[in-house]
T-cell receptor, first 111, second 113 residues
């Protein structure tokens, strides 16, 4: 059972465009992480959000955790070819140290 | 660099064989989780070890087993390999009770023929 749904699954955009990736669930999470993964490598942590309603910014990336801690979004401003990769969200199940991963969003930014 | 290392990086096995994958946690981390990532999908939780004991398991059969050692390094063992076991196997370490996030190793790519 996939508890975390990401959308869109695939995204191909031109350099300079903005985009938003969504991560939705019916479950409440203690925290939520966003990762970026390159082919053949492990996921690299981008950010962890813990508090409902929290917004974190990392240069051109803005992450938001839903008020109810069931969903999250990643917004990229002025995308660059270097942003290309697989973006994964992962929620920590409440009361555990276990993470459930989303289905992933594969982003391609064209120069 | 996350400080989490895995070996080997790549491995080819045939159906029915057994395989052992290894993971060294980031220094000071006492919890390790293993994930299976099939091509084009997100990682699926296999199990987690905390202080050398299994602490939760995903929907994987008993032929997937693990160990955690006193130095917190870990092994994933898979018996009776099947073609569908071909995947990237990831380990991630964290420090429990410290609100420390988990950090992933580079993974081991397993191909079962």
């Amino acid at each position: 059972t996939q508890l975390l749904e990401q959308s869109p699954q695939f995204l191909s955009i031109q350099e300079g465009e903005n985009l938003t990736v969504y991560c939705n669930s019916s479950s409440v999470f203690s925290s939520l992480q966003w990762y970026r993964q390159e082919p053949g490598e492990g996921p690299v942590l981008l950010v962890t959000v813990v508090t409902g309603g929290e917004v974190k910014k990392l240069k051109r990336l803005t992450f938001q955790f839903g008020d109810a801690r069931k969903d999250s979004s990643l917004h990229i401003t002025a995308a660059q070819p270097g942003d290309t990769g697989l973006y994964l969200c992962a929620g920590e199940k409440v009361g555990t140290y276990k993470y459930i991963f989303g289905t992933g969003t594969r982003l391609k930014v064209l120069a | 660099e996350t400080g989490v290392t895995q070996s080997p990086t790549h491995l080819i096995k045939t159906r029915g064989q057994q395989v052992t994958l290894r993971c060294s946690s980031q220094s000071g981390h006492n919890t390790v989780s293993w994930y299976q990532q099939a091509l084009g999908q997100g990682p699926q939780f296999i199990f987690q070890y905390y202080r050398e004991e299994e602490n939760g398991r995903g929907n994987f059969p008993p032929r997937f087993s693990g160990l955690q050692f006193p130095n917190y390094s870990s092994e994933l063992n898979v018996n009776a390999l099947e073609l569908d076991d071909s995947a990237l196997y990831l380990c991630a370490s964290t420090l429990r009770n410290a609100q420390e996030t988990q950090y992933f190793g580079p993974g081991t790519r397993l191909l079962v023929l």
